[in-house]
C-alpha cells in the first residue's frame, strides 16, 4: 500500500511540475505583451524612471491620443488590412489551384515543377529583392498597394502545405464525383476546398500575420506617408521631437490588435488542422 502511495505521490509531483514549466514557458511569451501595454498607459515622468514599473501608479490615455491624433494610423491601419486581406485571399486561390493539380491531376513534369516550388524554399528573400524592384517600376507600381500585395500572391510555403492536405484525401472521393459528372473545376470547388477548411484556415492565419507584419519591402516600394503600412509608418511615427517610449509602445499595441481578434476568429479552424495532420500523419 505504501508503494502505491509513493508512486501516486510521485506522479502527482511529476504533473505540478510538468504543468508548471509549460505554464511558465508560457507566460514568458506575455512578458513582451504585458511591458508593451504597461508603457503605453505609463505616464512620462514614470516612463524614464530608473526603477520599472510593471504596473504603472497612473494610467494615462494621453499616448494613444498623440498616436491617433498626430499620425494617419487609421489610414496605415486600413492599407495593411487592405494588403494583407487581398494577398491572402490570392494566396489561398493560387496555392490550392497549384497543389490541386499537383496532387489530383496527371500532367507530365508536375514532379520537376514541385520540385522547383520546394527548392524556392532555399533562396533568401533578400537575393530576389534587386529584380523585384526592378519589375515593380518597370510596371509603375512604385508606391501602390499592388507592389507589395503581387510579388506575394503566390507563396511556396501554401504549395507545399497544401499538397500535405490533398494527398491525404482518397482518390475515390474524385473518382467518385467524375462518375457523378462533375468538371475538374467543380471537383476542387464543390469538393475538395469544403473538405480543406482546416488547411485554409492554418494557411490564411500564416498569411495574413506574414502580411501584416511585413516592414523591408513596403519600406522600399511604399514612399509616401499615406500609403504606409503600420509596420513601418509606427517606425517613423514621432509625436514629438524627443523620442517617447509611451507613444511608440501605444502605436505598437494598436497594431497588434486586429492580429489577436483576427487569431480569436481562426484558432478553432487551425487547432482542426493539426489535428487533422497528427491523425493523418
Given at each position: ?20 514549466a ?52 487609421v ?29 489530383k ?11 522547383i ?39 511556396p ?92 509602445m501605444a ?18 479552424h ?8 497528427g491523425?493523418?500523419?
Open positions: 500500500m505504501s508503494t502505491v502511495g509513493s508512486r501516486l505521490l510521485s506522479e502527482r509531483v511529476r504533473s505540478v511540475g510538468v504543468y508548471a509549460l505554464y511558465g514557458a508560457a507566460a514568458l511569451f506575455l512578458v513582451p505583451y504585458a511591458y508593451m501595454v504597461s508603457t503605453s498607459l505609463t505616464p512620462e515622468q514614470f516612463t524614464f524612471s530608473n526603477k520599472p514599473y510593471w504596473i504603472p501608479p497612473e494610467i494615462t490615455f494621453r499616448w494613444y491620443d498623440a498616436v491617433l491624433a498626430g499620425a494617419p494610423i489610414q496605415w491601419g486600413f492599407n495593411t488590412f487592405v494588403i494583407a486581406a487581398t494577398t491572402t485571399v490570392l494566396v489561398v486561390l493560387l496555392d490550392s489551384m497549384i497543389a490541386f493539380s499537383l496532387t491531376l496527371d500532367w507530365p513534369g508536375k514532379r520537376i515543377v514541385f520540385t516550388i520546394v527548392a524556392s524554399f532555399m533562396v533568401p528573400v533578400f537575393a530576389n529583392m534587386v529584380p523585384l524592384y526592378t519589375i515593380i517600376t518597370d510596371f509603375g507600381l512604385i508606391n501602390n498597394p499592388l507592389a507589395v500585395i503581387l510579388p506575394f500572391s503566390a507563396m510555403i501554401g504549395v507545399f502545405l497544401f499538397t500535405q492536405f490533398f494527398d491525404d484525401l482518397p482518390d475515390s472521393v474524385i473518382e467518385a464525383a467524375k462518375l457523378d459528372g462533375f468538371s475538374t473545376f467543380q471537383i476542387y470547388y464543390k469538393i475538395v476546398l469544403p473538405l480543406m477548411k482546416p488547411a485554409i484556415a492554418a494557411l490564411s492565419l500564416y498569411t495574413f500575420v506574414y502580411t501584416w507584419n511585413q516592414f523591408l519591402w513596403p519600406l522600399i516600394v511604399l514612399q509616401g506617408q499615406q500609403q504606409f503600412t503600420l509596420p513601418v509608418g509606427i517606425v517613423t511615427m514621432q509625436p514629438t521631437q524627443v523620442f517617447q517610449p509611451g507613444a511608440e502605436g505598437t499595441f494598436l497594431a497588434v490588435l486586429p492580429l489577436f481578434v483576427v487569431f480569436l476568429i481562426l484558432q478553432e487551425l487547432v482542426n488542422a493539426v489535428q487533422m495532420q491523425t493523418t500523419g
